[in-house]
């Protein structure tokens, strides 16, 4: 029940519809204080139609109201201040959220239409850097917010697998790589190989020749740069997946960008055919500046494509094969003007997707102070984050609850909920410098937090396991519930706005808030004590209990019963 709505259409009412509920609604407001009732109406914007001053129209309609849901409704100045009927209303709420369980706040927005999410993408035979996570996780649990509601999203992971590098690493590796080394840890040796060629090149400019050689060969199908060229690939293939399944992701399609490497000549005949390729000091570029943008550089002198040349592939081709409503592009806030030209080219092609793209930037990531590069020796790894942290959880579990059956899994849940959490939690656009002894602490805004409540809440509902709360009354009252009820009253708001804005931190922000609500009542509350409100009580428990658990998924955070 939307009960902004029921205010706005109450009244609309009381003025015999003079002014539209829909009007109406856009300026009821929840007060900041529990004083002010639960929603209110200035009345400021009907004066002009009533010829009346705000004050006389709030006194009437606070005197012609009388809804059952509201338990008071009175004039405050200007102001309509809404009491709901607390226990009418929690009534309606704990019976909504355990008849539909997780499906609470499911909606049909997105009318099944598709949504393709360009994300993680990171790059072959280099480290997953803390930046992939962020596309990774925010990626992640923006397709699973898109499909609660009702869209279908396909994940697609345009893995940086092409390019000039390639041909520096095929030649590093035939003058100093080793097989062995290369199978046993992938990812190090293959940077390792790339970093020496650069400290190498500079003494021995030969090298460049021999790469440029070798990407030439790769680029014709040359079968040993070919073969060498794949194997990085899979194994590197191999390193991010563990990654993966690590955070508990996967992706419906891993297209990188070797991918479109015959769908490119078609792209630039294309932009001949429409007249939008010139000729610039040899390179081939699609003028921008009727959008105050700089050229986008489709060729180069030699005939090379580019990063751009082979993005305009692929959004042809997820137009073509998905006929997708948006395509989405979860890629770091360094990338903004970029994506700017892509959908400007796009819209020059009049390509039909090209409106429903949006780039979804966010912030850098450092983690304990510290910034990431491949190149310099600084670097922070995906992997051993991750790892650290279900170390840091595993001690804590021992030290709070060393009797605890499934320890090892319960730790894995908790340190790589803490890492995705203590991501997510952030809007997106901010830049976060991740703290990992921060993330992992029970209290504070944490994912370990969040999880607690959850098996807090689980614990209560273990002891009661016997009784059929679901059928008992569910009339609650008391100050500390009724801030429960109205979260979760709120939650399928929560779930259209997390959408609207491609926004996790909406979801985190949300699932904080109502694990404090809980743990505030929990505090004060004897809940399993016999009276008349105990099935509730218990029903509100385990509604909690299971909106955590939905928030914390659609976070892509499990949610362990006991921890
Ligand atoms: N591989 C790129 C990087 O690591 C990200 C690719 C983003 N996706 C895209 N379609 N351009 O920076």
Sequence with gaps: MDYKQLVADTVAEAIDNQVSSAEIYAKVEIPKTAQNGDLAFPAFMLAQHLHQNPKEIAEHIAASIKTAAFAKVVAAGPYVNFFLNQEQVSEEVLETVLTERDHYGDNHDGNNGVVTIDMSSPNIAKPMSMGHLRSTVIGNSIAKILTKNGYRPIKDNHLGDWGTQFGKLITAYLKWGNEEDVKRDPIHYLVKYYVEFHERDEQEPELDDEAREWFKKLEDG???????????????????????????????????????????????????????????????????????????LILKSDGASLYVTRDIATAIYRDETYHPVMNLYVVGSEQTYYFKQLKAVLQKMGLQ????????????????????????????????VLDESVKMAQQQISEKNPNLANKEQVAEEVGVGAVIFGDLKNARIDSIDFNLNEQLKFEGETGPYVQYAHARAESVLAKAQDRDYAAGQHRLSGAEAWEIIKLLQAFPAVVKKANAEFEPSVIAKYSLRLAKAFNKYYAHTKILTPDDQLDARLALVKSVSLILKESLRLLGVQAPDEM
């Design 353 to 384: 997707s090209a409106a429903g793209l949006h780039h979804v930037p966010f912030g850098l990531i450092t983690v304990n102070g510290k910034k990431l590069s491949t190149r310099h020796g600084n670097i922070v790894l995906l992997n051993e």
């Design 222 to 296: 040359d079968p040993e740069a070919v073969k060498l060229w794949q194997w990085f690939r899979e194994v590197s293939l191999e390193a991010f997946n563990q990654t993966y399944r690590k955070l508990g992701v996967d992706f419906d399609t891993y297209n990188g960008e070797s991918f479109y490497n015959d769908k490119l000549q078609s792209v630039v005949d294309t932009l001949k055919q429409d007249g939008l390729l010139e000729k610039s000091q040899g390179a081939s570029v699609v003028d921008l500046s009727d959008q105050d943008l700089n050229p986008a």
